[in-house]
Nanobody, 123 residues
Framework: QVQLVESGGGLVQAGNSLRLSCAAS????????MGWFRQAPGKERELVAG????????YHVDSVKGRFTISRDNAKNTVYLQMNSLKPEDTAVYYC????????????????WGRGTQVTVSS
């Protein structure tokens, strides 16, 4: 089973940036698709971004396109989420996720999650 550990969350003012990292172990990292989910109070968990095994293919939900960028470094077994121009509505617990299938753009593509890291954006 893959183990995922997120880091990089925190409290920032609107318009600022954060970079989340997720370290993976337990499976061959390059064999899994990776993604980031988030869940805010009162809302369902949503897929924010996904990335293919090679890192060439990416998906970003419309609400973060142009602001967030997912990337991965297979040599370091790490996936990143660069978050720029943060808004208060981005406030949520962010979860790293891994999947063993072919696709990376649906919530059902992912089956393992980390414990999460809190991102709070103040106005």
């Amino acid at each position: 089973q893959v183990q995922l550990v997120e880091s990089g969350g925190g409290l920032v003012q609107a318009g600022n940036s954060l970079r989340l990292s997720c370290a993976a172990s337990g499976r061959t990292f390059s064999s899994v698709v990776m993604g980031w989910f988030r869940q805010a109070p009162g809302k369902e968990r949503e897929l924010v971004a996904g990335i293919s095994r090679s890192g060439v293919g990416t998906y970003h939900v419309d609400s973060v396109k142009g602001r967030f960028t997912i990337s991965r470094d297979n040599a370091k077994n790490t996936v990143y989420l660069q978050m720029n121009s943060l808004k208060p509505e981005d406030t949520a617990v962010y979860y790293c996720a891994a999947g063993s299938g072919l696709y990376w753009h649906r919530s059902s593509d992912f089956g393992s999650w980390g414990r999460g890291t809190q991102v709070t954006v103040s106005s």
